[in-house]
């Protein structure tokens, strides 16, 4: 009935940000930015200014002593990482404002929040060397699905109808309504937004990681760190059941099982600290 | 679509970031080639081993990457406390960075860069500074740390390159890992080769030793043996093979139990050990043998070189009587003796399997005979060396056994047949071959070193039987004693035969001492110094067997003897002609001459004594007048002073 591209050019402020989020996006994106640049964009939005300033101070980064200022919180963190960061905070604060029926907007960000957080502990256990990246990748990966149940609107009920009488995956109910999934139309928007072919990918693909082309380690990761999110009940976006998990997933992932534990732990100990910055 | 105008500003700022990116591009590019020769980091052959050399690569590529002010690397040593292992200019800035990083350390901010898999900038002490660090790690393991200082300014065009600094320090942790795994490696295998080789060298030993005695077992024995056989091949020497077995051995084992069965084999194989040390010891090392177990209660014994048959029987009848002794096993006394079978090479055999085959064939024979003795395989040796030495092991007992006698030939005077004395013949009283003329068995005394022994008795027995003839001292005979090569080499011999005699209280005069013509010949400067000390202590000397010796005048002239014994080989002729007489008559002028007294000896008949008394001759001992007789009856005829029958009679 609809195709993503009808999805995506229904309402063009939700697709695109406004105002100073828009300078703040852009200037983050472009490679020219030094350390002053991206401060003073980023000092643009006096709420994202405050929330980054709070996230460099937080546990997660566990720096061993205060950190005054954004200009030192961007050279501390780095000027990859500061990026995503402050990408992630835009989303959160652009749409969780947004009146969605059929979504509790609270559980929505915390599960993303936490499928971030733990896909953030996951490359950090792999020793990747720009652990926020995949922060960002899993902070956004089921906004495809904001849009979803905001365009569909009354009929978001039909959705939950078939999930019940299936008792199947909502990305399963969605395909069976629509044709194609939250995952498909969340790609579909980062890519409209210039986000790296690599978040593109694996929002692609975080329901089905063995079919991601070129960045299958950071899809499976993203999936993986989805899985545990749901059956740890941290927070939800509509799925009920938890989506299982390959061991060709888990293998290409690289961890040990046992180090599952030690990441959960690790996210566990920051998650409500995050949450309490990025959803006040 | 109409055409865009961008204003002056637009077009600046635009030209600005393709001059960026274009410089960008250029960076990465040659980032990438740094990178691709990054693999000389790699800690996996000998030469690129070292940490030091692993950290001057390192340190080689990132400075093509980053123009830093100064860069160090910090080395996480096995205490886990981090050492300064390279300073590009130490001491050159103010403040020095090693004193930075002493700060940061203090702060925490080093312990927390370790855990960030990024390069992370710090503010540095001086302005428009940062201090970069980079943990150096792998997956697993932080291995050290990068530190570097740049201008502030430099930081944002290194941006782009910093993903290939994470790249090479991730090479750098790898290769140091590699390194220490390969000395680890190293280390490990060197010492599996030492244990290797130990326990080859155990297991050699296992292989080639009997458990129970730790001696060489028979496949060592074996090869001993052949080694023996090579080295004695064509030499004169013999390689003897003593295969040795316990006497009912196997009474012992089911008696007593395994156990003890064992203990009895340990104890014979240490006895045997001990010995066979001992008769090395007196060879003076020239002995050489292999003391093996063969099994069960079989051992073997390798002799080689420098021992000749007599010593060989003399080992093994060592072996013999010693082994057989009682033991105590477990406090209970084991009597176990031994049977022998010996081959010798090359009689018996060429090779050890053959020496090995007869050896066994002559112990079971030994065995068959009764146990507890010796048997050699070839049987012309049993009997010859068998029987001699029995004689020898016999003769040393024959003193303390009493078995010793002595005879008396009379001396007499020729016209009137008055005994003048005599001279004491040594016999051996054997206990089953009878009464054995000295002929057989001085000799093997002498090669005893007996002879002192036997010399020494017979003098003291001389001595006892004057005694026993209880008369007054003038009135005692003058008895003649033989002595021998041997004797004369004894350090003291005038002295020990002095102190006998007086002890005895027998004057010096009566004993008169004989000794060959051809001893004197073999040692004229031994004969002279002793007869010359005996001469000093009043004791009266004859040359026995005179004109068979090749003495030479000046010898005799030299010699303080007073009688020549003319040898009977000259007396028995005289009867046969005139002819014959001739040397008889020279001797006895040439004795005159020198002031010497004659006699003759071995006169048998009357026609002899008669020549001797026209040749000037008057004393004679032989069978025409008694053979030698026992003391008993000499001492008769003294007493009834007894004319024997003379010529003239």
Not at chain 2, 457 to 468: F, H, I, N, T
Not at chain 2, 611 to 640: K, M, N
Request: glycine residues 6%.
């Amino acid at each position: 009935m609809t195709s993503i591209a009808e999805f995506l050019e229904q309402d063009d402020s939700l697709c695109s940000f406004s105002g100073s989020y828009n300078t703040i996006f852009t200037r983050l994106n472009d490679p020219t930015a030094n350390v002053a640049g991206i401060t003073e964009a980023v000092e643009l939005d006096p709420t994202i200014a405050a929330k980054t300033l709070r996230m460099a101070n937080s546990s997660l980064y566990g720096f061993p002593e205060p950190i005054e200022t954004l200009h030192r919180a961007v050279s501390i963190i780095g000027l990859q990482q500061i990026r995503q960061i402050v990408m992630s905070t835009i989303v959160i604060q652009h749409f969780r404002d947004l009146p969605v029926i059929g979504v509790d907007m609270e559980s929505f960000w915390r599960h993303s929040i936490a499928v971030g957080v733990l896909s953030r502990s996951i490359a950090r256990f792999r020793r990747e060397a720009n652990i926020e990246r995949l922060y960002l990748y899993g902070i956004m990966h089921d906004l495809g699905r904001l849009l979803l149940f905001l365009h569909l609107g009354q009929r978001s009920e039909e959705l939950i109808n078939i999930r019940e009488r299936e008792q199947c995956l909502l990305f399963e109910a969605e395909r069976e309504l629509l044709g194609f999934d939250h995952a498909a139309i969340g790609s579909a928007l980062l890519e409209e937004w210039g986000m790296t072919p690599a978040q593109v990918e694996a929002t692609r693909y975080h329901h089905a990681p063995e079919q991601a082309p070129a960045f299958p380690v950071e899809t499976a990761i993203v999936h993986v760190a989805d899985s545990i999110a749901n059956s740890l009940r941290l927070g939800s976006s509509g799925e009920r059941f938890v989506p299982p998990v390959t061991p060709e997933t888990f293998d290409r992932v690289g961890l040990e099982m046992p180090v599952y534990e030690d990441i959960i732990g690790h996210a566990r100990k920051h998650l409500e600290q995050m949450q309490t910055i990025l959803l006040d | 679509m109409s055409p865009s105008y961008r204003t002056p500003d637009e077009v600046n700022a635009l030209q600005e970031r393709i001059h960026f990116l274009e410089e960008a591009l250029e960076a990465n590019a040659y980032a990438m080639d740094v990178l691709a020769s990054t693999t000389a980091i790699f800690g996996d052959t000998d030469r690129n081993r070292s940490p030091e050399l692993i950290i001057q690569n390192t340190i080689e590529a990132i400075r093509r990457l980053l123009p830093a002010q100064d860069m160090a690397v910090y080395i996480l040593d096995n205490d886990c406390s981090f050492n300064l292992a390279h300073q590009e200019h130490p001491d050159t800035l103010e403040p020095d960075l090693a004193g930075i990083v002493e700060q940061l350390i203090e702060d925490g901010q080093f312990a927390w860069a370790l855990h960030q898999n990024h390069p992370v900038c710090l503010p540095s002490p001086v302005a428009e500074e940062s201090i970069m660090l980079h943990v150096i790690s792998t997956r697993t393991r932080i291995r050290g740390m990068f530190v570097a200082r740049f201008r502030q300014a430099q930081l944002q065009r290194y941006e782009m390159i910093l993903s290939t600094l994470t790249m090479v320090l991730f090479n750098t942790a790898y290769a140091l890992e590699s390194a220490d795994l390969f000395q680890m490696m190293d280390r490990r295998q060197k010492a599996l080769q030492r244990i290797t080789e130990r326990q080859s060298r155990e297991l050699l030993h296992h292989m080639s030793h009997d458990s129970l005695t730790n001696l060489p077992n028979r496949m060592l024995f074996s090869d001993r043996l052949s080694q023996a056989i090579e080295r004695h091949a064509g030499s004169p020497d013999h390689v003897a093979l003593i295969l040795l077995d316990l006497d009912n051995f196997k009474r012992t084992n089911d008696s007593l139990g395994h156990r003890a069965g064992d203990e009895l084999i340990r104890k014979v194989a240490q006895d045997l050990s001990d010995l066979l040390d001992q008769a090395r010891e007196r060879s003076g090392r020239r002995l050489r043998t292999t003391l093996s177990r063969l099994g069960g209660d079989e051992f073997g014994i390798l002799v080689e070189d420098a021992l000749g048959l007599e010593g060989i029987v003399r080992l093994v009848t060592d072996v013999v009587r010693k082994t057989a002794t009682e033991r105590q096993i477990f406090e209970q006394p084991v009597v176990s003796s031994v049977s022998c079978g010996i081959a010798v090479y090359p009689y018996d055999g060429e090779n050890a399997d053959t020496l090995l085959g007869n050896a066994d064939a002559a112990m079971y024979e030994a065995k068959q005979r009764g146990r507890n003795g010796f048997r050699f395989y070839t049987q012309d040796l049993n009997s010859r060396t068998f029987r001699h030495f029995e004689l020898e092991n016999e003769l040393g007992q024959a003193i303390a056994n009493d078995q010793l006698v002595l005879h008396y030939q009379p001396k007499v005077a020729l016209d009137s047949g008055r005994i003048l004395g005599a001279e004491a013949l040594i016999r051996w009283q054997h206990p089953t071959l009878g009464l054995l003329p000295p002929s057989h068995f001085i000799d093997l005394a002498e090669d005893m070193t007996l002879i002192e022994e036997i010399g020494e008795w017979v003098l003291r027995q001389v001595c006892r039987d004057l005694q026993s003839l209880r008369v007054a001292p003038e009135q005692l005979p003058r008895i003649a004693i033989n002595v021998s090569a041997r004797q004369l080499r004894q350090p003291d011999l005038a002295g020990d035969f002095h102190r006998i005699i007086g002890d005895a209280g027998i004057p010096p005069r009566c004993i008169e001492l004989e000794l060959t013509e051809s001893t004197i010949v073999d040692d004229p400067q031994g004969a002279l110094r002793v007869f010359q000390r005996l001469r000093e202590l009043g004791m009266s000397l004859a040359v026995d067997d005179f004109g068979t010796g090749h003495a030479s005048l000046m010898q005799l002239k030299q010699l303080p003897a007073d009688t020549l014994k003319i040898d009977r080989s000259f007396v028995m002729d005289l009867d046969q002609g005139d002819g014959h007489s001739q040397i008889v008559r020279a001797i006895i002028l040439m004795a005159r001459t020198l002031g010497l007294d004659v006699i003759a000896e071995g006169v048998e008949t009357a026609r002899q004594a008669e020549i001797l008394q026209e040749l000037d001759c008057h004393t004679a001992q032989g069978y025409l007048y008694s053979r030698p007789v026992p003391f008993g009856e000499f001492r008769t005829w003294l007493r009834d002073a007894v004319a024997l029958p003379t010529a003239t009679a």
